[in-house]
């Protein structure tokens, strides 16, 4: 993977980003002089095992998603995400990969984002801090605020400030309904279960479920489908 040139990756890059739009479910999350990087709803074969690795050259950051498990016949979805740092200070550009490690020319260009280091400090050696996979799930990555409408999960308000509750609405199609609130890390912070037969009305409290301001993921699993909201904290 890492004998890969510039040059190629550059050129594979262009074409790809301009075949592939900026998703809403690769995204950064900054803190401090680290970076989780995150992918939400990436569609893939169900025994998929991954290895993640960083490339850096200046400010321009490749992560590659490694499966290194063997092909499946069935498709799910998955969140990864991987920390990593620390890092100097500045803007950086990141290109997300997916790649088979038994077939390593195969790599799929995921998408792009961007983030911001802002402390003032020297660059030292960076590394892998941690990184994680989800269980394999069915349903499609993370619903639109829009959605809603159409949809079946709602939470609010974003961002949620101190002294605020946060309120819960969901109309699932039966069976039990889970909700889960993890950090961009994977911790689990809150987890609660509910009858999915008749709809969901709930009122959660601020400060006996986020440890710290910053960002986190909602998740909610029906009978059927899976729903993830990103919630701010103040």
């Known amino acids: 993977m890492k004998s890969f ?5 550059i050129i594979y890059s262009l074409i790809n980003m301009a ?5 809403q479910n690769i995204f950064a999350y900054v803190n401090g002089d680290t970076v989780t990087l995150w992918e939400t709803g990436a569609y893939r074969n169900c025994g998929a095992v991954y290895t993640m690795e960083i490339n850096i050259i200046d ?5 590659y998603q490694i499966d290194t498990g063997l092909a499946a016949f069935c498709l799910c979805t998955f969140d990864l995400s991987v920390t990593y740092g620390p890092l100097g200070p500045g803007s950086y550009n990141v290109n997300v990969y997916y790649n088979e ?10 998408g792009t984002t961007s983030f911001t280091i802002g402390t003032d400090r020297c660059e030292v050696t960076s590394g892998i801090i941690s990184q994680y996979q989800s269980d394999c799930y069915s349903g499609i990555g993370i619903v639109d605020p829009e959605d809603f409408e159409n949809g079946n999960f709602r939470i609010y308000p974003v961002p949620v400030k101190d002294g605020e509750l946060l309120y819960l609405e969901a109309f699932p199609t039966g069976g039990k309904a889970i909700l889960e609130i993890f950090t961009l890390t994977g911790k ?10 008749q709809p969901i009305l709930d009122r959660l409290l601020k400060d006996e479920i986020f440890p710290v301001p910053g960002l ?19």
Do not use: M
């Open 19 to 23: 075949l592939s739009s900026q998703s």
């Open 188 to 197: 689990l912070v809150y987890s609660k279960q509910y009858d999915g037969n």
């Open 5 to 9: 040139t510039i040059s190629f990756l």
């Open 101 to 110: 490690s038994y077939s390593p020319s195969d790599t799929i260009f995921e």
């Open 59 to 63: 400010h321009q950051i490749d992560w």
């Open 216 to 234: 986190y993921l909602a998740r909610l699993r029906t009978c059927d489908q899976v729903y993830i909201r990103k919630i701010t904290v103040l």
